[in-house]
């Protein structure tokens, strides 16, 4: 294969092509492109069955089992190739497999012999997995939208998207609300590998020299990760506080989890039993079984607002600036954070 039919993952720009991964389904689940289409060369089982032959009795002869494999696809190869190319009205198409080796190799030649104008990416998935780590080294102008548990946080967040900023929104990524209750009404969660792919999908088409808004998290939202060279300039960049009245918090509370079965609340208070202490415990499930909703938020919220209180303290203080919300008016509580964001993004400007 020439060097011409090869191109690096990070050369790739723009929407006007498509990117076919030629892994195995259950290779493909663990990790993937957001943007890719999976056209598995080997079943998962056919996988399994050549590894071990490679095993047992060398390359010849489970590349020879990988060609009897392949040989009754190839046409349904092309055609859904051609299908997915004619309908996306791509000009240019991008293979890779593990490592951009055979797999990838043979499937680019096959697309070729075809009359489609196809490329492997060079190093496969492994070095795309590289090349995606590394992007989040990228020093970017990040603001964090911070405050207690029900502020609003992630509302304004979205609002504050919808009219034209840059935002990061975590938590939809991951499926997930970042806290102990924070999986239910939710989709399951991406693996940690593809949350990490999800958020690269967002990532690469910021332009770093405009503010990033990101809403306050712990390193791990549910089950998945945050990159860790993300995290690590999350941390220590400024945040805007959200203020607002203890019972707007409880009253967004309610309306998150009015309609939730009570047995998964149970359960949820259950997981943090040991942190709310075994009395607040039996109190706040007591609460929940009698429909009292209500009470059991507010106790809740002084169990989660010490720890947030916690983690604020470890900033610097002239990282923070407060911003007290009036919640008769949705427009004055926007327009208070677009000012904070401009007057943090004068003093990020400023420390370059």
């Avoid at 590894?51 to 392949?70: H, I, M, N, R």
């Avoid at 911070?146 to 991951?174: C, F, H, N, P, V």
Wanted: hydrophobic share 35%.
């Amino acid at each position: 294969m020439t060097s011409s039919e090869e191109i690096s993952y990070l050369e790739i720009h723009g929407e006007n092509h498509l990117i076919i991964d030629v892994r195995s389904p259950i290779e493909f689940a663990k990790g993937h492109l957001v943007e890719a289409f999976n056209i598995p060369l080997f079943s998962d089982k056919e996988r399994e069955d050549i590894g071990t032959l490679y095993k047992q009795t060398g390359k010849d002869e489970a590349v020879k089992k990988g060609l009897e494999f392949v040989g009754p696809k190839m046409s349904r190869f092309v055609d859904e190739v051609s299908h997915l190319s004619n309908s996306k009205k791509v000009e240019n198409i991008y293979v890779y497999c593990f490592r951009g080796g055979m797999r990838s190799e043979s499937f680019v030649w096959l697309l070729n012999t075809a009359g489609l104008n196809a490329r492997k990416i060079s190093g496969g998935y492994k070095q795309i997995k590289k090349n995606i780590q590394d992007s989040f080294n990228q020093k970017c102008k990040i603001v964090i939208l911070g405050g207690l548990t029900g502020s609003g946080k992630t509302r304004y967040l979205k609002k504050l998207g919808e009219s034209g900023y840059q935002i990061l929104d975590l938590e939809k990524m991951a499926n997930h609300k970042g806290s102990a209750f924070g999986h239910i009404n939710e989709q399951p969660q991406p693996t940690n590998e593809q949350f990490g792919n999800i958020i690269y999908f967002k990532w690469k088409k910021f332009c770093f020299e405009k503010i990033i808004l990101i809403e306050d998290e712990s390193l791990k939202v549910g089950d998945v990760h945050i990159p860790q060279p993300l995290y690590g300039q999350m941390k220590s960049a400024p945040v805007i506080c959200i203020k607002v009245p203890d019972e707007v918090r409880i009253n967004q509370l309610l309306e998150d989890y009015k309609s939730t079965d009570k047995n998964l609340l149970i359960k949820a208070c259950d997981s943090i039993k040991m942190k709310l202490g075994g009395q607040t415990h039996l109190e706040i499930i007591a609460l929940i079984k009698n429909d009292d909703i209500a009470n059991a938020c507010k106790k809740l919220l002084d169990y989660y607002d010490k720890f947030y209180s916690y983690g604020l303290q470890k900033r610097n203080t002239d990282q923070l600036l407060e911003v007290c919300f009036d919640f008769s008016s949705e427009q004055e509580n926007l327009a208070a954070l677009r000012d904070a964001i401009s007057i943090l993004e004068y003093r990020i400007d400023g420390n370059l």
